[in-house]
């Protein structure tokens, strides 16, 4: 199975209930895996490593959408509105890339 299929199945479990958040863990835990699967061989390593890797990608992708996205959704409710104005879709944008950006 790929790694990106592996990941979007591990999320689809999450979202249904049938893996509990309780097996979601942060830095140090990474940190004892990455060198569990260092010492089992540099190809157990880079599967690792690209695992991490597409799970923030999506993350980054998935707050991206929510920050630049949510003020469009919640002003749409009672109907067709405006677009907001070039100045304050230029601003939301800007702020959503420096906070994704390193």
């Known amino acids: 199975m790929g790694v990106s299929r592996f ?17 979601l863990s942060g830095p140090i835990t990474i940190y004892e895996v990455a060198g569990e699967e260092g010492r089992k061989g540099a190809d157990y390593f880079v599967w690792l490593m690209a695992f991490i890797s597409i799970n923030l990608g999506l993350l980054i992708s998935y707050l991206y959408r929510c920050w ?6 919640l002003r749409h409710r009672g109907g067709a509105a405006p677009p907001l104005p070039l ?14 950006s390193p």
């Open 7 to 23: 990941v979007l199945v591990g999320i689809m479990r999450i979202l249904q209930g049938r893996v509990s958040l309780k097996s």
């Open 68 to 73: 630049t996205r949510a003020p469009d959704v």
């Open 87 to 100: 100045r304050v879709r230029e601003v939301r944008t800007s702020s959503a890339w420096r906070f994704c």
